[in-house]
């Protein structure tokens, strides 16, 4: 291929919504935008969707091939998968990853998505990367499925519209969280039932990360906000090469809550990355 014909390649990733299977059929929704040789691979959250990157896309289109993506059972992608649990999600990201074209893939994976990310890129040759967003914060920390059962699980069978209005803001906002950001994501979680809920985020307490972690040997860097605290020397003892940098102010969602800061926080870490 000559190198013409490539860049005109690069340059058809113009707001390009697609589809890639995952390995139990499900059709996973992706868009594809932005030019540039390496692609940021973005993973949203719980309940979450391709949306959520959109001031991440604006802001770096022009320097990266962005691709957005959306689980299984989120979004415009499939919601009828048999099995939900962390090897198909990492099913998915795999998925999307192998049918775009960029040969340097960055994945970024938020909240729940962190621990997915991991798993997808402890085999995958191709990625250069892992950025986590608010996630994975102590490694030696982890829910298990019995705790998450009394203390989530619980509050969304009896009442799923209290536990998202009153019980998780506790947890995923704080007083500066712009009003319309926890108004638009309340509403997005109030989209689905109790059950849906409870199914999309199980697989998470249902497995010990710590062992994907100490496959990794490219570089994982963190944006966390301060809500909560980061153990970095936890972390380090399974990421070979782990660092983070703490937002103040923010909940859960530091890209929604802030994105301007964030953006420039994510370009100074691509940056160092590029330097490596």
């Known amino acids: 291929m000559n190198p013409g014909t490539n860049k005109l390649n690069i340059l058809q990733h113009t707001n390009m919504e697609k589809y ?17 040789k390496t692609a940021l691979l973005f993973v949203h959250g719980w309940l979450g969707n391709a949306e959520w990157w959109n001031g991440q896309q604006e802001h770096f289109k022009d320097r990266y091939h962005i691709v957005q993506m959306s689980l299984a059972g989120h979004g415009k992608s499939d919601a ?31 909240s ?37 059962e009394q203390f989530l699980f619980v ?6 519209k209290n536990a998202v209005e009153n019980i998780l803001p506790q947890y995923l906002f704080t007083e500066k969280t712009p009003p319309d950001v926890k108004q638009k994501l309340q509403d997005e979680f109030l989209q689905n039932t109790s059950e849906t809920a409870i199914n999309l985020l199980r697989p998470l307490y249902k497995k010990d990360f710590r062992e994907d972690a100490s496959k990794i040997q490219v570089p994982v860097r963190a944006i966390n906000s301060d809500n909560f605290p980061t153990n970095i020397e936890n972390n380090r003892k399974y990421l070979k090469d782990y660092n983070y940098i703490e937002m103040a102010g923010t909940g859960h969602y530091p890209m929604l809550e802030k994105p301007e800061e964030f953006n420039k926080i994510l370009d100074d870490i691509l940056k160092e990355l590029s330097d490596n």
Do not use: C
Request: aromatic letters at 6%; zero cysteines; a negative charge.
């Open 20 to 36: 890639a299977q995952s390995g139990d059929g499900q059709k996973i929704h992706y868009k594809e935008s932005g030019e540039g």
């Open 80 to 110: 009828s998968r048999a099995e939900w649990s962390s090897e198909r999600y990492a099913d998915d990201i795999r998925a999307v990853a192998g049918q775009i074209s960029s040969q340097e893939i960055i994945l970024i994976g938020h």
């Open 112 to 148: 729940m998505s962190g621990a997915y990310v991991l798993e997808a890129a402890s085999n995958m040759p191709n990625v250069k990367a892992v950025i986590l967003i608010d996630t994975i914060k102590d490694l030696e920390e982890a829910l298990t499925e019995e705790k998450a």
């Open 155 to 160: 509050h969304y069978r009896n009442d799923f």
